[in-house]
C-alpha cells in the first residue's frame, strides 16, 4: 500500500510542477524523497533469507 | 549551452525516465514478472527523477531543480546497491530475468550513476541559468509538452499496477499474484 501510495505522491507532486506553484512543488518534492528514503529503511530492517 | 538547448535536453532526459518505466512495464507484463518491494522503490526513484526536468521545461532551468533531480539519483543508487548486495554470493540466481546478462536492479544503478554523472555535467553550463526578459515567457514547445505527459502518465499507470499489484496491504517479499485480482475484487 505504501508503494501505491509514493506513485500517487510523484504524480500529484509532477502534476504541481507543471501546472502549478513552484514553492509547493519543491516542498511536496522534499516530502516525498523524506517518505521513500522513509520506506527504504523501513524494509532495509527486513529479516534476510540467506540461502547457506 | 542556452536556455532553449538545455529544456530541449530535459525533455530528451524525461523521454529517457519514460523509457525506462515503460521497460519495466513491458517486462513485467510481457514476462509475467512482477516487481518487488525494492523494485518498486527503484521505479519510484525514477519517477522522482523527472521532477527536477519538468521543473526545467516548466519554469526554465535552475540549479535547484538540477539539485532535485542529483538527490532522486543518489536515493536510486542506494536503493539499487542494496539489491545488488543482496544478491551478490556466488551461486545466487538473483531476482528476476537477466536482460544484456544484467538484472533490472544491476541496470537501475547502472542507470542512476549515469543520471548523477549527466547531472553534474550539465551543472557546468553556466548560461543556462542566465535571464533575458525573452526567454523568460517561452512556452515550452510540444516535444517538452509531449514528454511531460508521457511520463506522468506512466507513473499514474504505476499507481494502478501497484494497487493491483499489492492490494490495500504490505507487497509480498517475492509476489506472483495481483493480489486484488487474485481476490476477485
Known amino acids: 500500500m505504501e508503494f501505491t501510495a509514493l506513485f500517487l505522491a510523484v504524480t500529484i507532486v509532477m502534476l504541481i510542477a507543471w501546472r502549478g506553484s513552484r514553492t509547493l512543488a519543491l516542498t511536496l518534492f522534499a516530502a516525498v524523497l523524506l517518505a521513500s528514503v522513509a520506506t527504504y529503511l523501513h524494509h532495509a530492517t527486513d529479516t534476510l533469507k540467506l540461502s547457506f | ?185
Open chain 2, 1 to 185: 549551452m542556452t536556455r532553449a538547448f538545455a529544456v530541449t535536453l530535459n525533455a530528451l532526459s524525461l523521454y529517457a525516465v519514460a523509457l525506462v518505466l515503460a521497460a519495466a512495464f513491458a517486462a513485467q507484463l510481457l514476462l509475467h514478472e512482477l516487481p518487488c518491494p525494492l523494485c518498486l522503490l527503484q521505479r519510484i526513484q525514477f519517477a522522482v527523477l523527472a521532477i527536477g526536468p519538468i521543473l526545467n521545461v516548466r519554469w526554465g532551468p535552475r540549479p535547484g531543480h538540477y539539485a532535485l533531480s542529483l538527490l532522486a539519483a543518489a536515493a536510486g543508487a542506494v536503493f539499487s546497491t542494496r539489491q545488488v548486495l543482496l544478491h551478490i554470493m556466488p551461486g545466487d540466481a538473483g531476482y528476476g530475468t537477466a536482460l544484456l546478462g544484467y538484472h533490472y536492479y544491476t541496470l537501475a544503478l547502472i542507470g542512476f550513476a549515469a543520471a548523477i554523472v549527466l547531472l553534474a555535467a550539465i551543472l557546468l553550463f553556466d548560461r543556462q541559468f542566465e535571464h533575458d526578459d525573452a526567454a523568460k515567457h517561452v512556452a515550452p514547445g510540444a516535444f517538452a509538452t509531449t514528454a511531460v505527459w508521457l511520463v506522468i502518465g506512466l507513473t499514474a499507470l504505476n499507481v494502478v499496477s501497484t494497487l493491483l499489484e499489492c492490494g490495500f496491504g504490505a507487497c509480498a517479499e517475492d509476489p506472483v499474484v495481483y493480489e486484488l485480482l487474485k481476490r476477485g475484487i
